[in-house]
């Protein structure tokens, strides 16, 4: 299966959302998009030391260490991030 990157992220299935992620994440060499360290270990202290607020995601939200970044501007996918850099994009950088 090839995947076309940048896609819609409103566009694609859960099935299909987890297929760019793992695109990503490869591309990534396992890293994460934002904070450049494994997507398998902790963010670092730099992004983990900023507060989000969790009441404004989604339940479960947290629960999936990855996800799969996108502009909620152009709907197109960025790249894959921590979960918690994913919330640190969201509140700090309007991403």
Do not use: W
Not at 74 to 89: F, Q, R
């Amino acid at each position: 299966m090839t995947i076309e990157l940048p896609t819609d992220y409103r566009r694609l299935t859960p099935y299909f959302r987890r297929k760019v992620r793992e695109e990503y994440v490869k591309l990534q060499d396992g890293k994460c998009h934002y904070c450049k360290e494994p997507l398998d270990k902790a963010p670092p202290v730099s992004v983990t030391s900023k507060k989000v607020t969790p009441k404004l995601y989604p339940e479960g939200f947290f629960n999936y260490p990855v996800h799969l970044h996108h502009s909620h501007d152009t709907g197109l996918t960025i790249g894959a991030v921590h979960n918690y850099c994913n919330a640190v994009l969201f509140e700090y950088h309007g991403e």
